[in-house]
Structure formats: structure tokens, C-alpha cells
């Protein structure tokens, strides 16, 4: 069989228009590889530290500890290894999961939480469901991470949260619900720009890890996630989860863990989607300049997180193979998923917000 795919491969802003360029390319379908083999050429990596286009497809050798941050169940990695080393974002776009969200597979994403908020007498799958308010990553057994703007109360007892979950109406044995002990705001949060929106909660319990529930690995501080010049994420495709609305027309929330791959957009080239005349008004007069607490990712197409993606991740794969949280889903324009309308996320390599997470989340 042949299939087509339409490969973006960068933008520039000439006489203060946006210009997308890309080409249109045919492949062969293989059928599923589902016996693992040794691959018979060298899995391509990519030094991330000097610039990173796309995200590296990497094979790892070893099996890893549960406690190991940012990695997939390990029969998932098996399958990477027994594919041709590809690029990572050649593998994106033949997965067809480039433009627009799937279903992840159960247990992708190990480090996604669902939050929700406690209702008495409401404990059914269906309540969970109809309760959900944000997502969130796990950082450690007991410490979350997610948006300041998810919690109208600091007040622990009015939510829980939902490790190893992936299909909230239908319980697969493995998820882990917890109740709240704390959750705390980032003290500089700006209710009104978004700047700060970043919060820590933590569960009344630690959790134990498995294949299902694994923590997502902290980005380094001062990490230049969207710097415009070398080195930088800039370019990088990486990926964003929730079980939110998958249109602001008509939506609904999604039950099963949806995943979407973005590009994480340069602050100078940020600046202009959400400055530019319509685009104030569109986000809620909350530009994003260079500098800010939070960057923009995804929207060139019209991809992007929507309403109930709120706190969940914006993950990228480092060429050590690990997956490292650079993002976390804050806000967008008012109708989610427009052209030349990226999403924004908080800054996670932040120093002072990554410097707040470590000392809480690791004493």
C-alpha cells in the first residue's frame, strides 16, 4: 500500500506575513512489526544540546528501573528498537499523528495523572468522568505537577487524582486513586497574564512505581527550550496530553488519554502570533515576549491542546532517550486549534520556577 504525508519543515515571516513551507512525499505501508529484532543499521541520534529539529529516535539497550524517570513500558521501546532507524520526525509523520490528536496507546504515557474534583456519593467511572477538571505529570511518588489556574480553593479535600489511568470510564485494574494532602501555588502566579501558572500537589500517599505508572523526568534548569538561536528546543517535536475537548465547537471531553506532537515555536516568532493585530484580542490581551515565564508550541496547522488539557505535559525525548517535561498546557485563544494560533505552556526550565519544583518535589 502507499500512503502520502505532507512533511512541514519550517516557517519565516517576510513583510510581517507568515509563510509555512513543506513538501508533499509517498511512502510504502509495511504492515506492524510485533516480533522485536535487532535493528541493522545504528539508531540515529541527535545532540539536543547543540540544536534540535527533530526528536531523536532512540534505542535503549538496557532495561530500565521503574524508578527511572521518562521512560515508556518496556515492550514499547522494544517495538521502537525493531523498527529502521528513522528520524523521530519522520516516524511522527508515518504514525500520521503529526496534525491533530490520536488515542495514546494504554500505558504510553506513564507519568499522566487525571485530576478531579471529589463529589460524595459521585464514585462511579461515569462521575470521575463528568468531574475531571486538569491533568497533570508525576514527578515523583508522591509530587504532581500541573497549572495554577486548575484549582479555584487550595483546599486538598475537594480533589483527588487518578495515576495509570487512560480510559476513565472503564477500569483496567491498574489505575491508583489518590486524595490530596497539599496543593501549593506558585507565589508569583498572575491570575490575569498566565505568567507563573504553575502548581505542585501532593498526594496523601505515595504511590508504588510499575510498568503503568512511572515518573516524567524534571528539564534541567536554564534548558533554552525556545530560544531563537543555538543551542535550543526550537523545532524540536514533542508531545502534549490530556483527555480535554478535541474542538471548542461542539466538543466534548475525551475518555480515553489523547496525544498530540508539537513544535515548540522560537519566543522571537511567539511573540508575533500572539502580538499580531486579531491575535491580542484572541488570547485575551496575554502576549507571550521573549523572556516570559511560558512559550508557545504547535498551531502552525491549526494543532494545538484545548479546554481540559489544562496542567498536563509538554514532554520531549532528550538524545539520552529519556522523555523531560519542558511544558505544561496553560491557555490558548478563546476557540481552540486556529491556524497561525499556537498554544501556550509554562516555562518548566524556568530558573526560578525549576527551582521551586526541585526543592520542593526532592527533600
Known amino acids: 500500500m502507499?500512503?502520502?504525508?505532507?512533511?512541514?519543515?519550517?516557517?519565516?515571516?517576510?513583510?510581517?506575513?507568515?509563510?509555512?513551507?513543506?513538501?508533499?512525499?509517498?511512502?510504502?505501508?509495511?504492515?506492524?512489526?510485533?516480533?522485536?529484532?535487532?535493528?541493522?543499521?545504528?539508531?540515529?541520534?541527535?545532540?539536543?544540546?547543540?540544536?534540535?529539529?527533530?526528536?531523536?529516535?532512540?534505542?535503549?539497550?538496557?532495561?530500565?528501573?521503574?524508578?527511572?524517570?521518562?521512560?515508556?513500558?518496556?515492550?514499547?521501546?522494544?517495538?521502537?528498537?525493531?523498527?529502521?532507524?528513522?528520524?523521530?520526525?519522520?516516524?511522527?509523520?508515518?504514525?500520521?499523528r503529526i496534525i491533530g490528536g490520536t488515542t495514546a496507546e494504554d500505558g504510553r504515557w506513564p507519568w499522566m495523572v487525571y485530576i478531579h474534583t471529589k463529589v460524595k456519593g459521585e464514585d462511579s467511572n461515569e462521575a470521575l468522568f463528568k468531574n475531571g477538571v486538569c491533568g497533570g505529570t508525576l514527578l515523583s511518588s508522591e509530587w504532581i505537577l500541573t497549572a495554577a489556574h486548575c484549582f479555584d480553593t487550595i483546599d486538598p479535600n475537594l480533589y483527588g487524582v487518578v495515576v495509570g489511568e487512560h480510559t476513565i470510564t472503564v477500569t483496567s485494574g491498574r489505575e491508583v486513586k489518590r486524595n490530596l494532602s497539599e496543593i501549593m501555588i506558585y507565589q508569583q502566579y498572575n491570575t490575569n497574564t498566565y505568567d507563573f501558572d504553575i502548581a505542585l500537589i501532593k498526594m496523601e500517599s505515595p504511590v508504588l512505581f510499575n510498568q503503568f505508572i512511572r515518573p516524567a523526568c524534571l528539564v534541567p534548569n536554564g534548558t533554552r527550550t525556545d530560544a531563537l538561536n543555538k543551542p535550543t528546543f526550537s523545532g524540536a517535536i514533542c508531545a502534549t496530553l490530556g483527555w480535554g475537548f478535541t474542538s471548542s465547537a461542539n466538543g466534548q471531553r475525551q475518555d480515553q488519554l489523547m496525544q498530540l506532537n508539537l513544535k515548540?515555536?522560537?519566543?522571537?516568532?511567539c511573540q508575533r502570533f500572539t502580538s499580531s493585530p486579531g491575535a491580542v484580542e484572541a488570547y485575551l490581551?496575554?502576549?507571550?515576549?521573549?523572556?516570559?515565564?511560558?512559550?508557545?508550541?504547535?498551531?502552525?496547522?491549526?494543532?494545538?491542546?484545548?479546554?481540559?488539557?489544562?496542567?498536563?505535559?509538554?514532554?520531549?525525548?532528550?538524545?539520552?532517550?529519556?522523555?523531560?517535561?519542558?511544558?505544561?498546557?496553560?491557555?490558548?485563544?478563546?476557540?481552540?486549534?486556529?491556524?497561525?494560533?499556537?498554544?501556550?505552556?509554562t516555562k518548566v526550565a524556568n530558573g526560578e520556577i525549576n527551582s521551586w519544583i526541585r526543592q520542593i518535589t526532592e527533600t
Open 264 to 269: 515548540i515555536i522560537p519566543d522571537a516568532i
Open 2 to 96: 502507499i500512503g502520502t504525508a505532507w512533511v512541514y519543515t519550517g516557517w519565516s515571516v517576510v513583510g510581517g506575513t507568515l509563510f509555512i513551507f513543506g513538501f508533499l512525499f509517498y511512502y510504502e505501508l509495511t504492515p506492524p512489526v510485533t516480533t522485536p529484532s535487532t535493528p541493522t543499521t545504528s539508531p540515529v541520534t541527535l545532540d539536543v544540546t547543540e540544536i534540535s529539529t527533530f526528536t531523536p529516535d532512540v534505542t535503549l539497550t538496557t532495561k530500565p528501573s521503574f524508578t527511572q524517570c521518562g521512560i515508556p513500558p518496556d515492550e514499547l521501546q522494544e517495538q521502537r528498537a525493531a523498527n529502521p532507524a528513522l528520524s523521530g520526525f519522520l516516524a511522527l509523520i508515518l504514525d500520521q
Open 285 to 345: 490581551f496575554r502576549t507571550v515576549n521573549p523572556g516570559d515565564p511560558k512559550f508557545c508550541a504547535g498551531g502552525e496547522l491549526g494543532e494545538d491542546s484545548c479546554n481540559g488539557d489544562s496542567g498536563g505535559p509538554l514532554v520531549c525525548q532528550h538524545d539520552d532517550g529519556y522523555y523531560y517535561v519542558h511544558g505544561v498546557v496553560s491557555y490558548g485563544t478563546e476557540v481552540c486549534a486556529q491556524q497561525a494560533r499556537p498554544g501556550v505552556y
